[in-house]
T-cell receptor, first 114, second 110 residues
Framework: NAGVMQNPRHLVRRRGQEARLRCSPM?????VYWYRQLPEEGLKFMVY????????ESGMPKERFSAEFPKEGPSILRIQQVVRGDSAAYFC????????????FGPGTRLTVL | AQRVTQPEKLLSVFKGAPVELKCNYS??????LFWYVQYSRQRLQLLLR??SRESIKGFTADLNKGETSFHLKKPFAQEEDSAMYYC????????????FGKGTRLHILP
């Protein structure tokens, strides 16, 4: 089992561009979580998804940010019209489901907005 | 409101000295408590959870419900313990996100 995969590991965007971050959960995991880590800050929850459903998006900024976890393929965190304040490390975690909710983390994507 | 506090941003300890990383939480219901660790250039990983009552890499953590604390301890620090440590209350078997503390960077001095 390769573990949680995230790509790209580093992403550079100019202000106003779009950023797409991908997360492939561990095999057999149907729950995906996205977290953001700003410089000098801890990890902050953004969104929790199950296949084709958003369960909790209480940590997502109201505008420009969206997430999906389609039936096939990776989970995508999309940031439109990026601004400098979006520069951060974005971590994805996956878990197998309700009975065992230990979350396994990916290596993260470091987004830099110029 | 659910909240977790790690009062120390940075903790420097000499090798061989005892380590205590503090964590206090405010959480409705009865959460499970986790400690996650992130070593340099590695992904975040679970260090231990209180329900298992196990010692991982010499670390233990006791849940004190009266003080709502879950401090992480190790009697003798080792250089390889240098890392970022996050305390996280969580509710197993619920659709709950993890609430992470801001983390404490542990620096072991030679």
């Amino acid at each position: 089992n390769a573990g949680v995969m995230q790509n790209p590991r580093h992403l550079v965007r100019r202000r106003g561009q779009e950023a797409r971050l991908r997360c492939s959960p561990m095999k057999g995991h149907s729950h995906v979580y996205w977290y953001r880590q700003l410089p000098e800050e801890g990890l902050k929850f953004m969104v929790y998804l199950q296949k084709e459903n958003i369960i909790d998006e209480s940590g997502m900024p109201k505008e420009r940010f969206s997430a999906e976890f389609p039936k096939e393929g990776p989970s995508i965190l999309r940031i439109q019209q990026v601004v400098r304040g979006d520069s951060a490390a974005y971590f994805c975690a996956s878990s197998p489901g309700l009975r065992d909710n230990e979350q396994f983390f990916g290596p993260g994507t470091r987004l830099t907005v110029l | 409101a659910q909240r977790v506090t790690q009062p120390e941003k940075l903790l420097s300890v000499f090798k061989g000295a005892p380590v205590e990383l503090k964590c206090n939480y405010s959480y409705s219901g009865s959460p499970e408590l986790f400690w996650y660790v992130q070593y340099s250039r590695q992904r975040l990983q679970l260090l231990l959870r209180h329900i298992s009552r196990e010692s991982i890499k010499g670390f233990t953590a006791d849940l004190n419900k009266g003080e709502t604390s879950f401090h992480l301890k190790k009697p003798f620090a080792q250089e390889e313990d240098s890392a970022m440590y996050y305390c996280a209350p969580y509710r197993l078997n619920r659709d709950d996100k993890i609430i992470f503390g801001k983390g404490t960077r542990l620096h072991i001095l030679p």
